[in-house]
């Protein structure tokens, strides 16, 4: 979490300048995305709410993504990393929405992923997916590292993207 937090409060700063509000969804995170955005004082302000799709179960109940939208798509790719972010955008009716997907390891995952791999994506005023691969096979530091990656980018996102006018 040390490499997190300032990630988080630079974030948190800029969403309540500007009254925005985040989602997230992440699955091999497991919670850390979300858990740096609400050590934050005064998260009840940008942070709208989140979930932990890790299996197909959760993908269903939590974000509403039926198998049909999973058709010709597989989870821990850049498309569905996307699909996953505008979703809980969407549903938690917030500005942002975040998302990550990935092989923590110690082994791959069952789509041919190696460890280390993950695809995280921003949806919002501006769009943009990325893949992270680490190369390491360490699951708890490929947890840290993706999920700062993903606050990274979320927080390029909004740097980059000019506030809404009143």
Same mark, same amino acid.
């Given at each position: 979490?040390? *490499?997190?937090?300032?990630?988080? =409060?630079?974030?948190?700063?800029?969403?309540?300048?500007? *009254?925005?509000?985040?989602?997230?969804? %992440? +699955? /091999?995170?497991?919670?850390?995305?979300?858990a740096a955005l609400l050590a934050i004082p005064g998260a009840s302000?940008?942070?709208?709410?989140?979930?932990?799709?890790?299996?197909?179960?959760?993908?269903?109940?939590?974000?509403?993504?039926? *198998? =049909? %939208?999973?058709?010709?798509?597989?989870? /821990?790719?850049?498309?569905?990393?996307?699909?996953?972010?505008?979703?809980?955008?969407?549903?938690?009716?917030?500005?942002?929405?975040? /998302?990550?997907?990935?092989?923590?390891?110690?082994?791959?995952? +069952?789509?041919?992923?190696?460890?280390?791999? /993950?695809?995280? +994506?921003?949806?919002?005023?501006?769009?943009? @997916?990325? @893949?992270?691969?680490?190369?390491?096979?360490?699951?708890?530091?490929?947890?840290?590292?993706?999920?700062?990656?993903?606050? =990274?980018?979320?927080? %390029?996102?909004?740097? *980059?993207?000019?506030?809404? @006018?009143?």
């Amino acid at each position: 979490m040390e *490499k997190l937090m300032p990630l988080a =409060e630079a974030i948190a700063a800029r969403l309540i300048a500007r *009254k925005e509000t985040i989602g997230i969804a %992440e +699955s /091999s995170t497991g919670g850390l995305i979300s858990a740096a955005l609400l050590a934050i004082p005064g998260a009840s302000a940008y942070y709208r709410g989140g979930g932990i799709i890790y299996t197909p179960r959760a993908r269903a109940a939590l974000v509403n993504i039926t *198998k =049909e %939208e999973m058709e010709g798509m597989r989870a /821990s790719s850049e498309p569905y990393a996307a699909l996953l972010a505008a979703r809980a955008r969407d549903l938690l009716g917030a500005t942002w929405g975040l /998302s990550e997907t990935g092989a923590t390891g110690p082994s791959g995952n +069952s789509y041919g992923d190696a460890p280390g791999h /993950s695809c995280m +994506s921003v949806a919002g005023p501006v769009a943009r @997916t990325i @893949t992270l691969e680490t190369g390491s096979s360490d699951r708890v530091a490929n947890m840290s590292a993706f999920a700062q990656r993903a606050l =990274e980018l979320l927080g %390029e996102s909004i740097e *980059k993207t000019p506030p809404k @006018t009143a």
